[in-house]
């Protein structure tokens, strides 16, 4: 399957992260080419650049915003799941991005400070405003997941994951029997087993192409958001869509 349903929009498996980005003229252009390229799913923070990122996507989608799922997140540092805080960034990241509603807003962190119950229900409260339509959470395990999903319904988790850090297998297939969007951040990192190589070579792709068709084959519902500012990386990330790397045992080794 080359989409996914996330958050109301039918969009390609392949996502774009933009830890990086900022209002920069050439960031902002290359945002506008990503969108043309086929990007459909792209992901920000409140902290990413200093909010350089969201307010970057606000200047650059507008036109678009019923085409684009855009997914943000707050509450990342100890204290900033408060319900106070929440708030704020939450209306902050309305303001940056220039909408009236959120299509997919993360809790960024569950926060040591303050009950996961109790950030979730200031998430909610906006839910219930209208300005974020769709909830997902951050670095989570199965049975916090499950409590959030008490608050309020859960499109989709966001957790490390790669060919070297695979410690959320469970969660994965909790999130395939649940139909919840598995989002793996930092999804290029680690080197991979002995066939990673040679299955880019007999495909005529990069070694990441390789790594990101190996995390759709993982599971249908993971959609990689692979973070980039060139157009040919973007380009290159999207061609996993179409990969299939057959057995994959000797990739993951």
Known sequence: M???????????????????????????????????????????????????????????????????????????????????????????????????????YYLHRVDPETPLEESLGAIRAHVDRGVIRHVGVSEVGIEQIER??????????????????RQHDQVIDFCQREGIAFVPYFPLRGRGGPGLADAARRLGVSENAVKLAWLLQRSAVVLPI???????????????LDLDLGDAADIAA
């Open 148 to 165: 959030a999903r008490k608050i309020v319904p859960i499109a989709a988790v966001q957790n490390r994951y790669n060919l070297a850090e």
């Open 2 to 104: 080359r989409t996914f349903q996330l958050g109301g929009v039918e969009v390609p498996r392949i996502g774009l992260g933009t830890n990086r980005l900022t209002t920069a003229g050439e960031h902002v252009a290359f945002v506008r080419e990503a969108v043309a390229e086929g990007v459909r799913h792209i992901d920000t923070a409140h902290l990413y650049s200093g909010g350089d990122s969201e307010r970057a996507l606000g200047e650059t989608l507008a036109d678009v915003s019923e085409e684009v799922l855009v997914a943000t997140k707050g509450g990342y540092r100890p204290g900033e799941g408060r319900p106070e805080v929440l708030s704020a960034q939450i209306e902050q990241s309305l303001r940056s991005l220039r909408t009236d509603a959120i299509g997919l």
């Open 226 to 240: 692979p973070g980039t500012l060139s157009i040919e990386h973007l380009r290159d990330n999207l061609a996993a």
